[in-house]
């Protein structure tokens, strides 16, 4: 899977090289290619913001700035462009199992009051948010669809917690355990330690309702 991420602080996805995911990219399950608008502008100071219409405070980034960078991206044609901002539809799991059916993501990250509004009428597909609450810029919500949708990629996990996960049932995941059996007078429960494998996982079923009951009973009738 490709995402292409159009944005102004391309430095801010260097978090992306860690871990699962930075393991995915040098396996080459997928890739991220980070196009910095800042190179499209044709201004001698590089300059891609400029003061709103109307008044106003702060900068908006220039259409033709956008539109520049978003035209040097190789198969754009096929591929989804999701502009991320507070006024999206918001991301959840089901979501972003859908994404990830695409081969193909360019990612269209703002900053400052935001981009103007023809460049987005020209090229985005569809707009998203993660949630409600306010942001400096894109960047981050695009770092959490990258995350997300890749954790669907074939071969991105090597276990089975796609398939058991919170969400994917609507209820929360029971609590885990490990080494030592003891910490500062706290046992392990007795029946993870029994190797009684049809036990375990009926006290980790009933574990996983009494928390979803407990801490978000709002997702006990989505099903
Ligand atoms: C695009 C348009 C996403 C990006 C507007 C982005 C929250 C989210 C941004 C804005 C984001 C999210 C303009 C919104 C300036 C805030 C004061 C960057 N914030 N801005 N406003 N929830 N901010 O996904």
């Known amino acids: 899977m490709k995402f292409d991420v159009l944005t102004l602080f391309p430095e801010m996805f260097e978090s992306l090289d860690e871990s699962i995911i930075g393991r995915a990219k040098e396996k080459g399950l997928i890739e991220i290619n980070l196009i910095n608008i800042r190179d499209f502008s044709k201004d001698k100071h590089k300059k891609v913001d400029d003061t709103p219409y109307g008044g106003g405070a702060g900068m908006v980034i220039r259409p033709d700035v956008v539109y520049d960078a978003y035209s040097s991206i190789k198969n754009k044609e096929t591929a989804k462009v999701i502009y991320l901002s507070p006024q999206g539809n918001v991301l959840n799991q089901e979501k972003v199992k859908e994404l990830s059916r695409n081969q193909h993501l360019i990612l269209?990250?703002?900053?400052?009051?935001?981009?103007?509004?023809?460049?987005?009428?020209?090229?985005?597909?569809?707009?998203?948010?993660?949630?409600?609450?306010?942001?400096?810029g894109g960047e981050l919500p695009a770092m959490v669809l990258i995350d997300s949708v890749s954790r669907y990629v074939e071969g991105v996990l090597n276990n089975e917690s796609v398939k058991e996960e919170s969400f994917s049932n609507n209820l929360l995941e029971y609590p885990q355990y490990t080494r030592p059996e003891e910490f500062r007078g706290r046992k392990v429960p007795e029946v993870l330690i029994s190797g009684h494998h049809e036990n375990i996982k009926k006290w980790r079923d009933e574990k996983?309702?009494?928390?979803?009951?407990?801490?978000?009973p709002d997702l006990l009738n989505k099903n």
Request: proline fraction near 0%.
């Open 108 to 136: 269209l990250c703002g900053h400052y009051e935001g981009i103007d509004q023809r460049v987005l009428d020209e090229i985005v597909d569809e707009e998203i948010s993660i949630g409600d609450y306010v942001l400096t």
């Open 208 to 216: 996983s309702l009494e928390i979803t009951k407990l801490k978000r």
